[in-house]
């Protein structure tokens, strides 16, 4: 477990796609920043500034609404490399008419330009997020999702404060120091694209429906075909509504409510955006490498109460104005600081396992297009957003001489009733798909009482296509510990009785745990588990069972029964033998009694392990081979 994401920055599989994507997101806002900036420059009047500045998102947005279904079909039948090479050359050839545009000072051909940006980015799009799982491991998802959003996030940063800067340093040459640097970030993205290497068609044989709408509407379909998927995508969704509301509203904010200037806005956005890179990279270490989606419910519930908290630390309005950075930070406004890096730093872990989600759990035939669908999504929140963050803050609308009443809540307010909304939608989606919330309280009880050591995983446990896991058997907690450490979604075959416990029979529903019986219980039950065993494994999932039958009742590996044999006659899969050492000890072994599992465990933080061997061929494998293989891996310590 000695790696780390960062590892993937020195590989050519991921580094030239990741500065491809970054450098595109920093070149984007580069250049949106350069036209408000030109505006001043030129000195137009306010009210022409606002037109401006209010028709810029909507024409960079524009092309996700027209384009996104035929920019997903496109990314499935083109290799993904030549894609990359197209789009990063079309934003040489956008850029250099917005150059003319700043060298002319023609603001209807920068708009042009403009929405030529949002047609390449709706193009890129369904790449961006569809190449991942061809070029990482399952493993690595998390950790290079990290990377990505990250690296978008800081990008967008930095693109704001270069483009805004340029003018600035430039004086005078503003308008060609512009111009020069937007075709030069297009051509360094392009020249880096040639590194990127080839990854073939997802689905070469596709025959592309040139009209867009009609596959605009099948790709939010394919978006919604499996419920965790089309779950994971409302998040996603959410969280650019939550990011909209939220960094629109920041201008204002730091000027009325913070007393301070431009300097300030951008102070607030830093903290934010860094904050949010942070917790995109926390992602992989919380979550062990594996795609962890307990991290989503956490995320939601610290954006929720940070959120709220910016209402609490300042709802009134400021009673100084004009502050610097560093005035604001002397005068103690450390809780205000806090907020906003925590709300950024709970966004990244919200937002990084749903995306490795969606990129898992996705057919690579479809993923482009369902990311494809994902956008479409994203840009419709995002209008939302910026509709009723305006629509909120006033007292009232005038249509057709019918005057509305509107809450007219202030920006203070307007963050509480985000929080507020944040916490019920979050309650919406994981009343929808349980399986978040149980991932939540599943990596809150192994992460608080366990310390887990994990070898071997990574590299024995298939990354793709259907294996059976045997184990020993030593306590309740065990498919929680096996879950955490096996990245890909595992199917438990349990015990009938358990699984049929009153209050916790949907949490196995959830987790589409597979009920066993023996023979001379119940032999309906028993043969429908050997059948719903045999479909999993033959749709290519991963299907765990502990072949002892039972938990160690003394600490010792008991002898492995026939049931695995049968498995493998109807479906001869690889078998990967796994071993748990360390939770006898714990309270839900039977080391104790059943009075005794009611204490509080004996320490803290026990080490335990979970270790995995090559995988065993199917059609050789016995329960008898099985069994020598976990009780040598297993070793001395139960």
Not at 93 to 113: D, H, K, R, Y
Not at 476 to 495: E, H, Q, T, W
Request: net charge positive; aromatic share 10%.
């Amino acid at each position: 477990m000695g790696h780390n994401q960062f590892e993937l920055l020195g590989q050519r599989r991921f580094l030239p796609f990741f500065l491809v994507q970054s450098l595109g997101a920093f070149n984007d806002n580069v250049y949106r920043q350069s036209i408000i900036a030109l505006l001043f420059f030129l000195g137009v009047s306010a009210q022409e500034r606002t037109l401006y500045t209010n028709l810029a998102p909507a024409l960079f947005i524009l092309p996700y609404f027209l384009f996104s279904g035929l920019a997903g079909q496109i990314a499935e039948k083109l290799e993904k490399q030549r894609l990359i090479r197209i789009t990063t050359a079309m934003e040489i050839g956008i850029m250099s008419v917005a150059a003319i545009g700043f060298l002319t000072s023609n603001m209807p051909l920068l708009l042009v330009a403009l929405f030529g940006t949002g047609l390449q980015s709706t193009l890129f799009g369904p790449v961006k997020y569809s190449i991942l799982p061809s070029v990482l491991k399952p493993e690595e998802l998390t950790g290079g999702n990290g990377l990505v959003e990250m690296g978008t996030s800081m990008s967008i940063l930095l693109g704001m404060i270069f483009g805004g800067l340029i003018f600035v340093v430039a004086g005078q040459y503003g308008p060609e120091a512009a111009a020069a640097s937007i075709v030069a970030l297009a051509i360094i993205g392009n020249l880096i694209s040639r590194l990127v290497p080839r990854v073939e068609a997802s689905a070469p044989d596709l025959k592309i429906n040139w009209n867009p709408f009609p596959e605009a509407l099948k790709a939010l379909r394919l978006a919604r075909k499996q419920l965790a998927v089309r779950n994971a995508i409302l998040g996603i969704s959410w969280f650019w509504f939550v990011g909209t509301v939220l960094t629109a509203q920041l201008p204002t904010y730091a000027e009325t409510y913070l007393g301070g200037g431009s300097t300030l806005y951008l102070f607030c956005f830093v903290l934010f955006s860094v904050g949010t890179g942070v917790g995109s990279l926390l992602c992989e270490k919380l979550s062990r490498r594996t795609i962890e989606i307990g991290l989503v419910p956490l995320g939601a519930i610290g954006m929720t109460v940070f959120c709220a908290d910016l209402f609490f630390a300042r709802p009134d309005l400021a009673t100084a104005s004009g502050l610097t950075v560093r005035e604001f930070v002397a005068a103690g406004n450390w809780r205000i600081i806090a907020d906003l890096t925590l709300i950024g730093l709970f966004a990244g872990l919200f937002i990084v396992p749903l995306f490795a989600l969606v990129q898992s759990r996705t057919p690579r035939e479809e993923l482009s297009r369902v990311i494809a669908g994902l956008n479409i999504q994203n840009a419709g929140f995002i209008v939302l957003a910026a509709m009723l963050g305006v629509l909120l803050q006033r007292e009232s609308l005038a249509i057709g001489g019918i005057v509305l009443p509107l809450p007219g809540l202030t920006i203070p307010e307007l963050f509480l009733a985000l929080a507020i909304a944040n916490a019920g939608v979050s309650i919406l989606i994981f009343t929808l798909v349980p399986e978040f919330f149980l991932r939540f309280l599943a990596w809150i009880y192994v992460s608080v009482f366990y310390r887990v050591t994990i070898t071997g995983v990574e590299e024995h446990v298939p990354d793709e296509g259907p294996a059976l896991l045997v184990c020993n058997h030593v306590s309740y907690m065990d498919p929680l510990v096996i879950s955490a450490a096996v990245p890909r979604p595992i199917r438990f075959v349990m015990y009938y009785k358990i699984f049929r416990i009153p209050g916790m029979n949907w949490v196995f529903r959830a987790h589409r745990a597979i009920p066993i019986a023996g023979a001379r219980e119940d032999p309906a039950v028993m043969d429908a588990a050997f059948a719903e065993v045999k479909a999993a494994l033959e749709a290519g999932e991963l299907v765990c069972i502990f072949p002892e039958g039972a938990l160690t009742k003394d600490g010792e590996i008991a002898k492995f029964k026939g049931g695995v044999e049968r498995i493998l006659e109807q479906t001869p899969v690889p078998v990967v033998p796994m071993a748990l050492t360390g939770l006898w000890d714990s309270m839900w072994s039977r080391r104790d009694s059943r009075l005794g599992r009611l204490r509080v465990p004996r320490r803290l933080r026990a080490a335990v392990g979970l270790v995995a061997d090559a995988p065993v061929p199917g059609e050789s494998a016995s329960a008898a081979s099985l069994e020598a293989r976990v009780r040598q891996l297993r070793g001395d310590r139960p």
